[in-house]
């Protein structure tokens, strides 16, 4: 006999915009039945044979599914480290495990993809991480707001980074207790003139893409750091040609480099309506500001397309200082909120 089929209920959402003092009077949702499914397997320790209580996650890999498919949290005790994760709406995961020993915690991950069946084997495998060696090199004069520059790994699927490191006087670095998965870089310490322009691991470009730790492999880590950032400045006006004070300016890259959000530059206007925007790296962007927006909202591709045509598009050039004036973009305009 087949055992019943799990059935769980996905909502569909859209994008809904409230202003101050206003009232929506009702709201409908609409809920429709998926079937559900399970992920199981074991979690192999590879540092200690003792048995313990493991903490796992079940996290959606997009951003986009995080809505539908919310992180689900649970424990297992089981001696031979067996798990399973029940009711699952099909979908990308990724299995997370953090465990503890002697004031030490581990991280380890395994991705998953749920379709129309249960998930067996799911098998993740606790062990050291590892240390990354890397070296800053400089395009152009060195130029720090500290001594020194902090480098950290900001991961793309779940996976642990590490600590993040501190440079030495030469430039060299060690990231440690890295362990495998997809990564970018994050750099803080520089000036505001700076970018980041180049990241090398091993032979992959990893500035756009990111790249991928795993274990076994002897890679270092090169990063190039630009201190001939562009700059733009400019003005923003409200629809009476009055400067626009304290809201938002956003610098966001063309259309085939918005998922670098490291590109993205965002300041408010002072009490002239006047905004600068330093450390600009080269390329195609489209200015834009809002009278009303949710900060990181057009991080959302579904939030700029209602405002593509309102943007002011600006192209820069290493060490290039760009003028360019702007219109408020009014809250009588619709800004969905993203989700």
């Known amino acids: 006999m087949q055992p019943p089929q799990r059935v769980g209920l996905i909502a569909s959402a859209l994008p809904m915009s409230v202003r101050a003092g206003e009232e929506i009077p009702s709201v409908e949702i609409l809920l429709q039945p998926v079937p559900t499914f399970s992920v199981s397997g074991r979690i192999v320790n590879l540092v200690s044979r003792r048995s313990d209580t493991y903490t796992l996650s079940l996290a959606p890999r997009q951003a986009e599914q995080w809505f539908t498919l919310p992180q689900r949290d649970t424990f297992t005790d089981s001696p031979d480290g067996s798990y399973v994760i029940r009711d699952v709406l099909p979908g990308s995961y ?118 991928t730790v795993v274990r076994g492999t002897n890679s270092t880590l090169e990063v190039t750091i630009s201190a001939k950032g562009a700059r733009v400045q400019g003005t923003v006006v409200d629809a009476d040609n009055l400067p626009a004070i304290g809201v938002w300016v956003i610098l966001v890259p063309d259309g085939a480099r918005r998922t670098q959000h490291m590109l993205y530059k965002q300041v408010t206007t002072d009490q002239h309506g006047s905004f600068d925007i330093h450390g600009v790296a080269p390329g195609k962007y489209k200015l834009f500001s809002w009278e009303d927006a949710e900060e990181g909202a057009w991080q959302d591709p579904e939030f700029l397309k209602a405002f593509e045509d309102k943007g002011e598009s600006v192209e820069v050039n290493d060490s290039d200082q760009k003028n360019v004036n702007l219109v408020l973009i009014p809250d009588t305009v619709d800004t969905p909120k993203p989700y």
């Open 94 to 211: 990724t299995v997370g495990v953090i465990w503890g020993e002697e004031g030490k915690t581990y991280h380890a991950f395994q991705n998953v993809e749920v379709g129309n069946a249960d998930v067996v084997g799911a098998n993740v495998v606790i062990a050291n991480g590892i240390t990354i060696s890397g070296r800053v090199i400089w395009d152009g004069k060195p130029n720090l707001d500290r001594d020194s520059l902090m480098i950290f790994l900001r991961s793309m699927d779940g996976a642990f980074g590490g600590r993040p490191a501190r440079t030495t006087p030469t430039g060299t670095f060690a990231l440690n207790n890295v362990y495998d998965g997809r990564y970018r870089i994050n750099v803080a310490g520089q000036s505001q003139d700076c970018y980041l322009k180049a990241v090398q691991y091993s032979s992959i470009d990893g500035l756009a893409d990111g790249f």
